[in-house]
C-alpha cells in the first residue's frame, strides 16, 4: 500500500549522535550572498536517514534538494545548524578534517562520472582509498567489480568506456571504500533507461545485500520508485514523505501538487 505524502515532523533542539542513523541535520541553513542579492538555498531542514536505507530527494528545480545532499555528505558548509555523519558532528570539524571524514566514510556518485582520464577503471575505483592512505579489501573489491559488470573493463581509461560503464566505474569508486553513507547527485541522468535501471539496480542490491545506506538525488519519478522513501523539497524546506517503494505516477502526482503549491 502507498503512504500518503506526510508533513515532516519537527525536531527541535540539538541531536544526539544516534547509532541507528548514518547521518541527521537539525536546523539546517544555507544562504549565498548576501544582503539583497541573497538566496536562501536551504531554510530550516531536520532530517534523519537511518542506516541500511535508500532515500530519494526531489523537488522543483531550485528547491534545495541537491545542496541539501552537498551538505551532509561534508561537500558543502551550512550557513547554520548541524550535520552529524557517522555520529561525527561535522560543525567542529576544520578543512582538512573535513577531508579525512569524506574519504573515510562518504562515497559520492556524480552525474558527470568525475573519472580521471589518463587512469584505468581499476585504477579510478581504488584512487580515493589511496589518496585517503587506506589499503583495499581485495574480496570487496572483486564482490564489487563482478556486481557491476566490470570485470573485463578494469583496464580500460574512460574513454574507452560506454557512459554506462563509467557511470558503474563511479559506483564502484564510491562502494569500495565501504562508506557510511554513499550520496548520489543525479546518477542516471546522463544515461539511457536499461543503462539508467542497472545503476539503480545496483544501488538498491547495496541496501538490501550489503548494508549500505543510499542518498540519491533525482529529477526522474522512476528513478524515485527505487528507492524505500522518497523525501519532498521545495523553497528549501523539507515538506513531505513518500514511503514504502512509491510508484512513479505517485511520485510524479506529489511532484505536481508541489509545483502547484498545493503539497501537503
Same mark, same amino acid.
Given at each position: ?9 519537527? %525536531? ?7 547509532? %541507528? &542513523? %548514518? ?14 542579492? %541573497? ?48 555520529? +561525527? ?8 578534517? &573535513? ?14 562520472? #568525475? ?8 585504477? #579510478? ?10 589499503? +583495499? ?16 573493463? &578494469?583496464? $580500460?581509461?574512460? $574513454? ?29 541522468? #546522463? &544515461? ?26 533525482? $529529477? ?24 514504502? $517503494? ?19
Amino acid at each position: 500500500m502507498q503512504t500518503p505524502t506526510l508533513p515532516v515532523p519537527s %525536531a527541535a533542539g540539538r541531536a544526539a549522535p544516534d547509532a %541507528a &542513523l %548514518a547521518v541527521s541535520a537539525r536546523g539546517l541553513r544555507r544562504t549565498y550572498g548576501a544582503g539583497d542579492a %541573497a538566496v536562501v538555498a536551504l531554510d530550516g531542514v531536520d532530517v534523519d536517514v537511518p542506516r541500511g536505507t535508500f532515500t530519494a530527494v526531489m523537488g522543483p528545480s531550485g528547491s534545495g534538494k541537491s545542496t541539501l545532499v552537498h551538505c551532509l555528505a561534508a561537500l558543502d558548509r551550512p550557513s547554520a545548524g548541524e550535520v552529524v555523519l557517522d555520529g +561525527v558532528d561535522l560543525s567542529g570539524l576544520d578543512d582538512e578534517r &573535513l577531508s579525512r571524514l569524506r574519504g573515510a566514510r562518504v562515497g559520492f556518485v556524480f552525474q558527470g562520472f #568525475n573519472l580521471v582520464p589518463v587512469l584505468t577503471a581499476a585504477e #579510478n575505483i581504488r584512487l580515493p582509498l589511496r589518496l585517503a592512505g587506506g589499503t +583495499v579489501d581485495a574480496g570487496w573489491y572483486r564482490t564489487v567489480t563482478e556486481r557491476l559488470g566490470l570485470t573485463d573493463r &578494469l583496464g $580500460h581509461r574512460p $574513454h574507452e568506456l560506454s557512459g554506462g560503464q563509467q557511470q558503474r566505474v563511479a559506483v564502484a569508486r564510491a562502494l569500495v571504500s565501504r562508506p557510511a553513507v554513499l550520496f548520489a547527485d543525479e546518477p542516471t541522468g #546522463n &544515461l539511457d533507461t536499461t543503462t539508467g535501471h542497472e545503476v539503480l539496480d545496483v544501488l538498491r542490491a547495496a541496501v538490501r545485500e550489503h548494508g549500505q545506506t543510499v542518498v540519491m538525488v533525482t $529529477h526522474d519519478p522512476v528513478a524515485a520508485s527505487w528507492a524505500d522513501r522518497v523525501l519532498l523539497m521545495a523553497d528549501g524546506r523539507l515538506v513531505g514523505r513518500l514511503d514504502g $517503494h512509491p510508484e512513479p505516477a505517485v511520485v510524479l502526482d506529489a511532484l505536481a501538487r508541489l509545483s502547484r503549491g498545493s503539497a501537503a
